[in-house]
């Protein structure tokens, strides 16, 4: 350690010398005082390795920030100034020691943000092989762990896409109740205990796993993420090494099957509601907000399954508002919503079952069965 030059900053690192002055001069980061009259040497007590072992941790980082944390760290906390003659020598553990690099850490998070661009940036795609029509059963509101969760349908439907091929699955938040924080009260209501409710939800999404193209979470979900930090369904996917898509909150992909490919736009929530029209807040998105999609997914609402197609833009698009897996609702009968069992054979009320062709036409059944007799025949 000991007094060091400009010149010597600049050799230490490999770089010109009046590259590192322009810098110094530029961002006003001369430390006042410490200047001298002969060549502008800065005369601190400036550490040379600290200096290097800086520039080397922070490769890519400009020249003005990392003088900044250097000259700041030096500045601000003067551990390494000399000491007085009469000044006890301590040596061991200090309160600098430790102290996160704020540096390293704001390059950390720019790269972190630089990878999330270029994901974004990347449009996500399912290519569907072969050339004959498949099936989407889309789940919405499971709400495993109810009181009034259909059971019944969850089963009947799971079992309907796993016993027939070319059947896949996109599920659309709210799987489970989730009663935890500040709604931890509510679980001491539940028949079902939460450890159940869980281990339910995860054998469903290991049973569909390799029928599943897309997943995003609804407000159930997020209080795991707002109560402890943890995105349990992207660990659940994660662990079993699931490929399909995810995100928590919205997806937007294009199907391709055949010469055919439509845009989806998958999401829990839309906003804005309407009691006359169930399809409003999915609709009113492509005429007012994004135009691009061709199948406008939702759950949330807890009523009937209405998939309703509509002219936009030159093309029928597919407005999918899902209902809920409840047998009797009493959140919707609070809401006034009409009770509703399915028939025999018939899908839960929270799933809704496309038909895709490879020529670009969309057929809705009732049925994940029929539907899946249909593209097998
Ligand atoms: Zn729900």
Known sequence: ?????????????????????????????????????????????????????????????????????????????????????????????????????????????????????????????????????????????????????????????????????NVYVLTDGDKFDNWIGKFADLQRGQACPFVEELAIAEAIVDALSDRLLAVVSGNHEYRTQRAAGVDLVRDWLRHKGIRCLYDPDELGFDVRLGGASWRFKLRHKWAGTSIYNQTHAIERDARFGDPSWDVGIGGHLHGQTVVRPFAHGGRIKYAVQLGSYHRKSRYGTQLGLPALTPLAGQASPGAAVLILHPDGQIETSPSIEIAARRVNA
């Open 1 to 165: 350690m000991g007094p060091m030059s400009i010149r010597e900053m600049a050799e230490a690192i490999g770089g010109a010398e009046s590259d590192l002055s322009r810098h110094i001069r530029l961002h006003g980061l001369e430390p006042t005082g410490h200047r001298t009259a002969n060549n502008g040497a800065l005369c601190r007590m400036f550490d040379k390795a600290a200096w290097v072992r800086l520039c080397d941790s922070l490769p890519d980082c400009p020249m003005k920030f990392k003088l900044r944390a250097f000259l700041g760290q030096h500045e601000g906390q003067a551990w390494d100034e000399p000491l007085p003659a009469h000044h006890p020598t301590i040596s061991g553990p200090k309160a600098h020691d430790g102290h996160p690099n704020g540096m390293a850490l704001l390059e950390a998070w720019a790269r972190k943000q630089q990878e999330e661009e270029k994901t974004e940036k990347t449009r996500a795609t399912i290519d569907i092989p072969g050339n004959r029509p498949v099936v989407i059963a889309i789940l919405g509101d499971l709400h495993i762990g109810n009181n009034e969760a259909d059971y019944l349908s969850m089963w009947r439907d799971v079992k309907a896409i796993t016993g027939n091929a």
